[in-house]
Structures are given as C-alpha cells and as structure tokens.
C-alpha cells in the first residue's frame, strides 16, 4: 500500500485537514488493494504522465490469455486468486494486510458457526429420528411379535404344520435318456481284446514274426506295471531297515511345521535389517544392537549369518555379557563352551557368564567345577554360592556354607541355610553371629525360637517314649520350659530390634505366626509367643477387645486356628471379665478344638464371669451332648446358685429334663420358676402348658393357659395356645372367644389374625375370614404375612383371579416382600414363571426365598446342576430356614446320590434350623416331638413330596 504524503507540522491539538494535502508523486486514487486506478474529470489538467502499471501485472487480458481450447494457463495459476479472478485479475496483489483481514472474517465466521452448532446438531439428531421413525429396522418391526412368542402354550406350538417346499430356485428338468449305440460297446470291447495276430500291413512291409512268437496281452502288461509300481511306493513307506523314503504319518506334519514368510515379512524383515545395519554401522560398540541384528538373522532363518555377526560384536562389545550370553546360546553346546571361554577370559567378574557356563556341563561334577572357578573369582556373588551349596553334598555344603557367611555376611538366607545344617549347639552358635552381622533383620530371631522349640520337641517325644513312670509329667515339663524359652527369644528380639531403631510391624509379626503355625511341624509355641509380644502393639486401649476380636475372626477365616486360639488367650488374660471373648473362644473350640479343651475354657469363663447366664448353658449343653447328664444339672444348678432366679437357667434346666423324658423333674423345675417372683415369666407359663400338650392333659393345660393369661394378658403364644387347645377339643365358639380376646390385646400378632381366619374358613364362613385377614392389615399395614393368607385362602377357594388380583396389591404394597415374590412366581402359568422369576430377582435379589423359588424353577426344568447351586446358596443366605435345607435334599434324593444326600444332611443337623413355615409345622407336632434334626429334616422333605390338603 502506497504511503500517504507526510502531513504539515500542526500544534497539539488541533485537527487536520487531510483535504489540504497535496497526494504524492504518481498517486491514484483507488490503485491499491487489487482495485483498479480511476481518475475524475478534476483530474484532467495539466498533462501528467501515465502511472507506472506494477511490474507482475500481466499484459494481456483474460479473452487473450485463454487457448484454443478455452482453458486458463495453468503456470499462471494463483494460490489463493486461483486461475480465474475475475476482473480484479489484471490488477492488485494480495499481501499481508489481506491476509489479516481474510483471517478475522475466518475467525468471525468460526465463532458464528459455533453458536448455530447446538441448533444444527438438534436439527440433524430430529431429522435422524424422524428417518429412522420412517424407515425402522426389521428386528424392530419383529420386536413385538418375538415378545409375543412368550405367550405361546406348547399345543399351539405342537398345533404348527410343517413348512412345506416353496423354494424359488430352478428344478432340473426333466432330461431324457438315449440308449448307447452298439458301436461305442464294440469299441469298449476292442479295447480290451487280446491281440492274437500281427497285423498283415507289418507283414507285407517285413516286419515278420520270428520264430513262432508268443500272443502279447497289453492290457496285462499295462496293469501289471501299475502293480509293481504301486508295490515298490508301498515297500519305500513301511521300510523298517532306514531306507523309507515318506514318512506318511509325520509329512503333513513336516509341512506344518515350514515356516512360509508372506511378503510384508519379508518387507519388514529387510527393512529391520537396514536399521539395524545403520545402528551397527554408526556405533560398532552397542552391545544391543548386535545382538538385536543377530536375533534378526536368526528368525529370518539364517543361522550362519547370525553366528558372524554376533562373533564381530564379540570382538568389537568385548566388555559386554548380553553379546558373549546371545553367542554362547546360537552355537552348539560344544562350540558354546567355548564362546563361554573366552567370555570368562574377558570377564572373569560376570556372574551370568559362569552360571550359563555351569548349565551347559551335563555332569553335576563338571558343574560344581566351574563354580568354584567362578566362586574363585567372584566370591561375593550369592548366586553362585546357592548353586554351588545345591550341587553338593550335606558335608560339601556345610563347608560351602560356612565360608559363604564369611563373604556375603550380609545374606540372611545364607546364614539360615548353614544354621540348618548343623546340629542343635552349632546352630545357635551360627544364629547368634548372624544377628551380630545382620542386627536389623527379625528373622534370624524367628528361626532361633523355631529352632529351641523344635529341640524342645524332640527331647519331650524322646521322654515320653522311654518308658519310665514319669514319662508323662516329664515330657510335660519338657513342652512348657520351651514355650517359656521361645517366649524369652521373642521378646529379647523386641528389644534388641528396638534398640537398633528397627519399627515393630505388627501385621507382618502376626503374618510370620501364622507361617510358624503352618510349617511342616507346626510350631506352637512360637506362635503363641510372636502373638502375645506383638498383638497389642500400635492399638489404642480403648480398642483392643473390639480389634482383638475382628483380628481372631479374620484368621479363623483364613484357616489360622492356633492363632486366632493365641489371640483369644492373650486378650482372655486382658479383659477376663469380658463374656463375648469367652463365648468366641468357646465357638473357636467347639468348632476347631476337642471336648476336653473346650470344657477346660468353659470352666475357667464360669470362673471369671459368674453372672454369664449364657457360659453356664452353653457348658451344661456340651456335657448333654457328650451324654453325661448328671454333670449337666451339676453345672445348672452351680449357675443357678450364682445367678438366683434366673430364667434362662430355669428353661435350660427344663429342657434338660423334658428333652430326656424327665417329665416330672421338668414339672418341679417349672413350678418352682412360676413361684418365683423374677423368673414367672410369659416363657415359664407358656412351657408349662407345653409339658401338660405333651402329656395329654388337656384340663391341666387350659388352667395353666387360662392362670397365665390372668398374669400375662398381652403375651400372644397364650392366647393362641389355649385357642388351638379349644380347636382340637371342639369348641369352636370357645376357640373364637380365645381368638378374639388374643387379636384385641395384642393386635400385631399375624399368628393370632391368621388362625382366626382359618377357623372361619374352615367352618365355611369364606366371607367372615376374608373381612379378618383385611381386618387384619389394616391393623398390620404392609405385613407380608397377612398378605400371604389371603392370597392362599382364596387359591384353596378356588378363586385364582382372586387371588391373583390380592398378589398385584400385596406387591404393590411390599414391592421388596421375598415370600410375596416367591409365591407370585409359583402361582404364575408355566410358561411365564421364568420372566416372573427374573422379576423377582431384580426387585429382591439376595432373598433367600426368591432363590429358592427360582430353584424350583430349575428343578423342574431338569437343570439340576443349576437348581443344586441355586438351593445352595439360598442355605448360605438363611441357614435357619428348615424349609430350603429340605428342598436341597429332597433334590440329592431324588436326583443326586447318596453321598451328596448325606452332605446335605451333615450340614443341616451342623445348623440346626429352627424356622421356616413347612419345618415349623412338622417340628412342633406332638407326634415329632424330641426328634433329632436328621430326622426332622427327612419328614419335611416328604411332606414336600406330599403337601397336606
């Protein structure tokens, strides 16, 4: 752009007045920017001289420029005018000024463009829609009617005809067949005709047979070298004397096996050769790249090309062990020795050398041989100690061993390995000069507490096998010196770790108990004492009990009985007045234990928490079990001493009785709980009335339930006790004043609302047991319980739209409600119970009732696998519940076998269920009473095969 003329000098402030100036020399107007010059008639004057026109102006027009054929000349062509311009294009030039402005109308449009992106993405995604609206897929289309399917019964499937043929191809057509001429068959004959005389052309042209020749069968002769032929193949493939020739069980083997690089191999194989020909070129001392190079000639399939390269990196890496290692690896095991020579001649110091060195000796001799020439020369490799110690014999390795300690002191493994071989007095000497070489490392410390109690052992085993009277008592002495001098080695490593500012890790001590107590020979003791150090390190006091006991958990889990024992005994000796430590412990040994041990602890629990109620049942119960009944009521009545009127002991000492056919003796332990002031409770009366059930005393029981109704009106079992009492008698209107006294006094009981309504059921007033199980939610809104009754009074009506329209309000009202969802699923039709199912697995998926439901699904589908998995995991969910233990095994009956029936049965009477509805139902029936659990779980699995009306 042309300068403007320098304005006059003017005063600050004052304007100017660019119509003054005079333009410069040769100006214009108009000229610049590409536009053409213009002048006006003002400007016609004085002659001036034309303006210069810019020198890359060209000098003819757009018309002259075109060719014969009406195409621009393409050498003329601009980059951004292009090749045709217009009429600016003979003047103008687009400089840095132009750019700047085409940039900010770019970056203009840029910003526009974004602020219409959202309102064009919206178009664009409704133009998308309303096309795929318009033109839906056909899986789409298909969608409703594959749902549909669903729907169809099996004898609308079976009812489906068969699909007849309406293919569109082509049939063949029908093609007529012609007779062969006799002609062909004569040919065919000839063919195989035995030539019997020369032909008389021969003859006549000389060709005579001499003397009396032979009629020649060609045919014969022909099939006779094929059979040759044919025998000699067969002779070079079964050949047993080392001339076969084809292998023809391992040729297409030896076919599979020919590697055949496909072009890009050989492309990229040629082009790594190149790079790696520049590394090595570049820089002939990169180790790498030699070897990289050699690898390359080797998966191309060149061996030898390989061997020469990597012997000139040989020479040129000399100081490098990868080049000496990859040689030694392309050669033969002879030639590799002798790579491995000279690689130990140029570095005597590389242990990788003398250890691949010592692998390719095949003997062990020769092989101990060159690591002692390594050890020779490189005597603080621990590496080629341990192969040195591994090869030799016990005596060679205690020797390797020592003078290994004595150039690596810093090795623990070392040290261990050379305390092992030695004898008991040796092994302390070698472990107490470990710990002044290594002060820092509580391992050695941990070894010599496995190793005094080891030695502990064997002088006690030795001492009880001698025979003597004291055998015993010694032996035990012998045990309980080494736990004391275990105890001594821990704590002294505390200490002397400690003073050498080494942190005491809790968690890795106890994880180093744990090994201990998983050893070969467990090690017991030194458990014990590696816990009772360290297992209250880093705790708060006021967390110790809660910690101890998550910790004791956490290692029963992980199988860590001895110690988790260690644990409970250590926090035992801290807290000894806590009763849930001892009830823990007590479980950790009736579970892992024996009935000795676990008595000892129980005693020791009775000892220190007295007032435990439970402690003295749980120890009376283990006596029963283990059949002595007389020292079960000595313990009940210790705790009954020392807890006066209490209640639970009262039960437990009534259950001992009752449960062994002590009718009497449970009537004066009961009569004597309903005297006392404390212990005359609701329980007390209500087990009161179950020994007079049991006993057949019916007038008995009613005064019993009537007295303890008198003091304990709101207990609910009373209520519903003497109305099943009045129900089997026959008084029915007796049965429904106990119901209704019982629904008015305590009006959340669903037991007393649901045996109301079955009595009116069953004396046919339908319509008075529906108004009560209402009644019945509107005082117990959203009981799953209540629900359930209506919905099965009306299924056992014969009402199955009925029932059906009370399951849609009772889901509806508990939409998480397990037993609501595992019923809908077994009162939907067949063919929908499986999406029911799943339904009912998204809404509640760990109930336990819903998993046993969808079992069901599965048993009766055949998929026993499935079904068995699924009524496991619904027995993990709830093990209490009867009901799933016995549709597991009436499963195994049925489907599995005897040993997998038994595991079902061991590990139901290891629960004890006491719930579920069918379980609850057989158990308490007079005539089951005092069954064992074994027992009680084959009944339940047969009312399942044979549900009552």
Same mark, same amino acid.
């Given at each position: 752009m042309a300068l403007l003329h320098q304005p006059p000098a003017r005063a600050p402030g004052q304007k100017v007045?660019?119509?003054?100036?005079?333009?410069?020399?040769?100006?214009?107007?108009?000229?610049?920017?590409?536009?053409?010059?213009?002048?006006?008639?003002?400007?016609?004057?004085?002659?001036?001289?034309?303006?210069?026109?810019?020198?890359?102006?060209?000098?003819?027009?757009?018309?002259?420029?075109?060719?014969?054929?009406?195409?621009?000349?393409?050498?003329?062509?601009?980059?951004?005018?292009?090749?045709?311009?217009?009429?600016?294009?003979?003047?103008?030039?687009?400089?840095?000024?132009?750019?700047?402005?085409?940039?900010?109308?770019?970056?203009?449009?840029?910003?526009?463009?974004e602020r219409r992106r959202d309102r064009r993405e919206k178009k664009l995604k409704e133009e998308l829609e309303k096309y795929r609206a318009a033109n839906p897929k056909i899986v789409e289309q298909l969608a409703p009617y594959k749902r549909k399917l669903a729907e169809v019964t099996d004898a609308e499937w079976e009812a489906i005809p068969e699909i007849g043929d309406y293919t569109i191809k082509k049939h063949k057509r029908m093609e007529s067949f012609v007779p062969v001429p006799d002609t062909l068959l004569a040919k065919a004959a000839a063919e195989k005709d035995t030539v019997s005389a020369l032909d008389a052309r021969a003859m006549s042209n000389g060709l005579e047979t001499p003397g009396g020749m032979a009629t020649t069968n060609l045919t014969e002769i022909g099939e006779g070298r094929r059979t040759v032929v044919s025998l000699n193949l067969d002779r070079m493939a079964d050949s047993v004397t080392g001339q076969t020739v084809v292998d023809p069980k391992g040729y297409l083997t030896d076919l599979k096996s020919i590697k055949v690089s496909s072009d890009a191999e050989i492309g990229d194989i040629k082009r790594a050769r190149t790079l790696l020909k520049s590394v090595i070129s570049t820089n002939p001392r990169h180790a790498p790249g030699w070897v990289a190079a050699a690898r390359l000639e080797e998966i191309a399939g060149k061996l030898g090309d390989a061997r020469k390269l990597i012997q000139q990196g040989c020479e040129l890496c000399a100081d490098s062990e990868d080049v000496w290692l990859e040689a030694a690896r392309l050669q033969p095991p002879d030639q590799a020795k002798l790579?491995?020579?000279?690689?130990?001649?140029?570095?005597?110091?590389?242990?990788?050398?003398?250890?691949?060195?010592?692998?390719?000796?095949l003997d062990k001799g020769a092989q101990a041989r060159v690591l002692r020439r390594a050890l020779e020369q490189v005597p603080n490799s621990v590496r080629l100690w341990k192969a040195a110690v591994e090869l030799a014999s016990p005596d060679d390795a205690r020797i390797l061993l020592s003078r290994a300690v004595e150039c690596c002191p810093q090795h623990v493994e070392l040290w261990l390995a050379l305390a092992r071989l030695e004898s008991f007095e040796q092994a302390q000497k070698v472990l107490n000069r470990a710990r002044k070489a290594i002060p820092t490392d509580a391992t050695i410390w941990f070894t010599a507490a496995k190793l005094r109690e080891s030695h502990g052992l064997d002088e006690a085993q030795a001492a009880l096998k001698d025979g003597q009277p004291d055998s015993q008592a010694r032996s035990e002495k012998m045990k309980a010196d080494t736990a004391e001098a275990v105890a001594k080695i821990i704590k002294g490593a505390v200490k002397a770790l400690t003073a050498v500012a080494v942190v005491i890790d809790r968690e890795a001590w106890l994880k180093e108990a744990e090994a201990a107590e998983r050893g070969t020979t467990p090690m017991v003791a030194t458990c014990n004492a590696i816990v009772s150090t360290v297992v209250g390190y880093s705790i708060e006091d006021a967390d110790r009990a809660l910690t101890w006991k998550a910790d004791a958990a956490d290692l029963i889990r992980k199988g860590s009985i001895e110690t988790a024992?260690?644990?409970?005994?250590?926090?035992?000796?801290?807290?000894?007045?806590?009763?849930?430590?001892?009830?823990?412990?007590?479980?950790?040994?009736?579970?892992? +234990?024996?009935?000795?041990?676990?008595?000892?602890?129980?005693?020791?629990?009775?000892?220190?928490?007295?007032?435990?109620?439970?402690?003295?049942?749980?120890?009376?119960?283990?006596?029963?079990?283990?059949?002595?009944?007389?020292?079960?009521?000595?313990?009940?009545?210790?705790?009954?001493?020392?807890?006066?009127?209490?209640?639970?002991?009262?039960?437990?000492?009534?259950?001992?009785?009752?449960?062994?056919?002590?009718?009497?003796r449970a009537r004066v332990i009961l009569t004597k709980a309903r005297q006392s002031r404390s212990a005359s409770t609701p329980r007390v009366w209500m087990k009161s009335a179950i020994i007079e059930r049991e006993a057949g005393v019916v007038q008995r029981q009613r005064e019993l339930l009537l007295e303890g109704l008198k003091k304990h009106p709101d207990f609910a079992k009373l209520h519903l006790m003497l109305g099943q009492l009045e129900?089997?008698?026959?008084?029915?209107?007796?049965?429904?004043?106990?119901?209704?006294?019982?629904?008015?006094?305590?009006?959340?009981?669903?037991?007393?609302?649901?045996?109301?309504?079955?009595?009116?059921?069953?004396? +046919?007033?339908?319509?008075?047991?529906?108004?009560?199980?209402?009644?019945?939610?509107?005082?117990?809104?959203?009981?799953?319980?209540?629900?359930?009754?209506?919905?099965?009074?009306?299924?056992?009506?014969?009402?199955?739209k009925a029932a059906e329209a009370l399951m849609s309000k009772a889901l509806q009202e508990a939409p998480t409600s397990g037993r609501l969802w595992a019923e809908a699923v077994m009162m939907a039709p067949r063919p929908q119970r499986k999406q029911k199912g799943s339904e009912a697995l998204k809404r509640c998926d760990n109930d336990p009732n819903v998993v046993a439901a969808v079992a069901?699904?599965?048993?009766?589908?055949?998929?026993?696998?499935?079904?068995?998995?699924?009524?496991?995991?619904?027995?993990?969910?709830?093990?209490?519940? +009867?009901?799933?233990?016995?549709?597991?095994?009436?499963?195994?009956?049925?489907? +599995?076998t005897p040993e997998t029936a038994a595991t079902v049965l061991a590990k139901c009477v290891s629960q004890e269920p006491h719930h579920g509805e069918r379980w609850q139902r057989v158990s308490k029936a007079p005539a089951n009473a005092h069954l064992p659990v074994d027992v009680l779980l084959k009944r339940v699995a047969l009312d399942i095969e044979n549900p009552p009306p």
């Open positions: 007045d660019f119509n003054t100036i005079a333009p410069p020399a040769n100006y214009v107007p108009g000229l610049g920017r590409g536009a053409t010059g213009f002048t006006t008639r003002s400007d016609i004057g004085p002659a001036r001289m034309a303006p210069e026109m810019p020198s890359g102006l060209p000098g003819k027009t757009q018309e002259e420029k075109r060719d014969d054929d009406g195409a621009l000349d393409d050498t003329k062509f601009d980059e951004f005018m292009g090749n045709d311009a217009g009429a600016l294009a003979s003047f103008g030039e687009y400089d840095q000024d132009d750019r700047e402005a085409d940039n900010e109308w770019d970056r203009v449009d840029d910003i526009m463009d790579v491995l020579a000279r690689g130990v001649a140029q570095l005597p110091k590389s242990v990788r050398i003398w250890m691949q060195a010592s692998r390719l000796e024992r260690a644990v409970y005994t250590h926090a035992l000796g801290v807290f000894p007045g806590d009763d849930s430590i001892w009830r823990a412990a007590a479980q950790l040994e009736k579970e892992h +234990g024996t009935p000795e041990a676990l008595d000892a602890l129980l005693s020791r629990a009775v000892d220190y928490c007295p007032q435990a109620e439970v402690l003295w049942m749980m120890r009376a119960k283990e006596k029963w079990l283990q059949g002595s009944v007389p020292a079960a009521r000595q313990i009940l009545a210790q705790g009954f001493a020392a807890n006066e009127d209490s209640e639970d002991i009262f039960l437990a000492a009534f259950k001992l009785e009752f449960e062994n056919g002590e009718v009497e129900e089997q008698s026959g008084n029915a209107e007796a049965a429904r004043a106990a119901y209704r006294a019982g629904c008015v006094r305590c009006m959340g009981s669903v037991a007393l609302w649901r045996a109301r309504a079955r009595l009116e059921e069953q004396a +046919g007033a339908l319509g008075r047991a529906r108004a009560l199980l209402e009644q019945g939610r509107l005082k117990n809104p959203g009981n799953e319980e209540l629900w359930l009754a209506a919905v099965r009074t009306e299924q056992r009506a014969g009402n199955g069901q699904l599965f048993q009766a589908e055949r998929k026993i696998d499935k079904a068995r998995s699924w009524f496991g995991r619904a027995v993990v969910l709830d093990p209490d519940n +009867g009901d799933f233990w016995a549709l597991a095994y009436a499963l195994e009956v049925k489907h +599995g």
